[in-house]
């Protein structure tokens, strides 16, 4: 096998195949005909907002034929590292997520880690939070995204309230999902296959096509989800095969592989 031919194809969930409970038109005949190639698939998440069974029950509900150990969620990667580093959190993470961190340790907390939560948001806990860096906790970002996209439009993401507690504190957050290459990369482990010869398809010129070529991969860019407000050219390299909706971007991918990004 050429060694940049494509073994591995990571799919982005929001945005890319559905939003909320709507599937993108197309994307399940995508996946279908993805699925009758002589590729590995892994689906990519920093959904934050609920826990990966519910994400799991949602996308099933939506018709897509998804095995719940496909998903590789922003959410597992914090887990892991809070217990690598065995501290107790204070989760600003939506209710739907919490099941995600059963078994976590979280009184008297001595950590901070932050999900998109709208609901914890408020002065208050941004306050506690605060307060915790200044006494040495670590902060923890699930990710960084500036904003995502909605039935209702384009939202604030996590990002702008972790960048707040990094300028009132004076401290950096330790990013664990998109676009970290620590990400993309322990999604891919268990195929064996090198960077270079894995796809990333996602909505994001920043967090999804551009993390996933800074370590390595081939990014393509989607026309869905964010697509409408990116400017690709200041953003991210050159995506490495032109932007079309998930249905027309399956039918490219033996070209993809032999395209240098």
């Known amino acids: 096998m ?63 034929t998804i095995a719940a150990d496909e998903i590789f969620t922003s959410l597992t990667a914090a887990r892991k590292l809070i217990e690598q580093k065995n501290v107790r959190p204070l989760l600003m993470v939506d209710d739907k997520a919490l099941e995600d961190f059963e078994g976590i340790p979280r009184e008297n907390p001595n950590a901070v880690v932050v999900g998109l939560a709208p609901d914890k948001f408020d002065y208050n806990t941004m306050n506690a939070a605060f307060r915790l860096m200044l006494d040495g906790a670590p902060l923890i970002a699930i990710h960084k995204a500036r ?17 707040a507690l990094e300028y009132s504190t004076d401290r950096k957050a330790e990013v664990v999902g998109k676009p970290e290459a620590a990400f993309f990369l322990e999604a891919v482990k268990d195929f064996g296959c090198d960077a270079a010869q894995c796809v990333m398809i996602g909505d994001d010129a920043r967090d999804d096509v551009g993390g996933a070529q800074k370590c390595g991969m081939k990014g393509v860019l989607v026309k869905t989800g964010k697509r409408d407000m990116e400017n690709t050219a200041q953003e991210m390299k050159t995506p490495s095969a032109p932007l079309q909706p998930m249905l027309q971007m399956i039918s490219l991918l033996p070209w993809i592989s032999f395209y240098l990004h």
């Open 2 to 64: 050429s060694k940049n031919s494509v073994r591995c194809v990571l799919v982005d969930l929001s945005g890319t195949i559905h939003i909320d409970d709507t599937e993108i038109p197309g994307s399940l005949d995508a996946l279908e005909r993805l699925r009758k190639s002589d590729v590995n698939i892994k689906f990519v998440t920093n959904t934050t907002k609920e826990s990966k069974r519910v994400l799991h029950e949602r996308l099933c509900q939506l018709g897509f």
């Open 147 to 163: 904003y995502y996209k909605r039935k209702d439009g384009l939202a604030l993401g996590p990002g702008p309230f972790v960048t």
